[in-house]
């Protein structure tokens, strides 16, 4: 079993910046895939970014494809997710999920594990 705790979300301005950090317990996090998702109130969860067990492959929605960054530190067990020019519509609770798998996948139903999230707000 592996347990996900999210933390760094906030309230920051358009074009502002944050650091999502995902700590999960465990042994067997550096054989997973992680992924980040999000949920706007009245909106599905949708799909953010996600890494391979390594580290070696990153793949991102398009909405955020280049001011998100996905990274991972497999000695401190913690996933990350920067984000930059954040704009209003990236506004959402953001859940980190883990898969019993080493490779990355963009689907919900891949995932096996979730944290309860962090509300990011970004205001215009």
């Known amino acids: 079993q592996v347990q996900l705790v999210e933390s760094g979300g906030g309230l920051v301005q358009a074009g502002g910046s944050l650091r999502l950090s995902c700590a999960a317990s465990g042994r067997t996090f550096s054989s997973y895939a992680m992924g980040w998702f999000r949920q706007a109130p009245g909106k599905e969860r949708e799909f953010v970014a996600a890494?391979?067990?390594?580290?070696?492959?990153?793949y991102y929605a398009d909405s955020v494809k280049g001011r998100f960054t996905i990274s991972r530190d497999n000695l401190k067990n913690t996933v990350y997710l920067q984000m930059h020019s954040l704009k209003p519509e990236d506004t959402a609770v953001y859940r980190c999920a883990g898969r019993q798998d080493r490779l990355l996948a963009g689907a919900r139903r891949e995932y096996d594990y979730w944290g309860q999230g962090t509300q990011v707000t970004v205001s215009s």
């Open positions: 890494i391979s067990w390594s580290g070696g492959s990153t």
